[in-house]
């Protein structure tokens, strides 16, 4: 796999959200905030480059038996450390992020990238790897968020953008974009989209129905 193809595939092509269905907690709590998804993003993509490093360092060394434990303490510890700093740098967003920092230690886009890639890669490829998932995942989470902040508040980052009806402007916001549902059907949208620009992401159906036969359409 070339370091092009590590990094810029999981941006669109295999984009963990999009593609996977990984990830959906946060991205259907805290997207109600720019602000909110920008840090969200940029904590999971460290923690991913982290865990993915460690990892790939250490892969040739680390006992199949207790891989996966390891693998957990990697990235529990990487969390652990992001959180405690936004909790002293950044304490309104610490509060507002709430546990969903502390829930990327089971964030299966963290695990999976540790399995499918850090304990078979070289370094280098790992953290590319690592980048471009979190950049995906990113994506995803700032597109949702602008939506949902621009047409639920008329603001992004705390800054209006779009004149309110109670202020004299035109716009009435959409109160029912600010609830989670709502990352829900924007995430499907994107999806529907996505695959239906590019096919090959449609799933297969389980089965195919048994074409009748002309004996058996007339009985």
């Known amino acids: 796999m070339s370091l092009r193809h590590s990094l810029l595939t999981p941006l669109l092509k295999e984009n963990p959200v999009t593609l996977h269905v990984l990830g959906i907690c946060a991205a259907l709590a805290i997207t109600n905030s720019l602000t909110s998804s920008l840090i969200m993003s940029a904590a ?23 891989r996966i ?29 709430s546990v969903y920092i502390s829930l990327i230690v089971t964030n299966c886009i963290v695990l999976g990238r540790a399995e499918a890639c850090a304990m078979k890669s070289r370094v280098g490829t790992s953290v590319l790897d690592a980048l471009g998932n979190g950049l995906g995942y990113g994506i995803v989470l700032v597109i949702v968020a602008t939506i949902r902040e621009l047409f639920g508040k008329g603001s992004l980052m705390g800054y ?7 202020d004299g402007g035109w716009f009435q916001p959409n109160e029912m974009l600010m609830l989670p549902p709502s990352a829900f059907f924007i995430i499907g949208f994107m999806v529907w989209v ?20 002309v004996e058996e359409e007339g009985s």
Do not use: C
Request: net charge neutral; aromatic share 4%; no cysteine.
């Open 69 to 97: 434990i390891v693998q957990i303490t990697i990235i529990a510890s990487a969390v652990t450390v992001i959180d405690q700093l936004l909790t002293a740098y950044l304490p309104e967003t610490a509060r507002t992020l």
């Open 160 to 166: 209006r953008i779009l004149e309110l009806v109670q």
């Open 194 to 213: 996505i695959r239906s620009w590019k096919p090959e992401q449609q799933e297969k159906a389980d089965f195919e129905p048994i074409p009748l036969t």
């Open 44 to 66: 999971m993509t460290i923690v991913l480059v982290i865990s993915n490093a460690t990892i790939s360092m250490i892969r040739k060394h680390l006992p199949g038996s207790v």
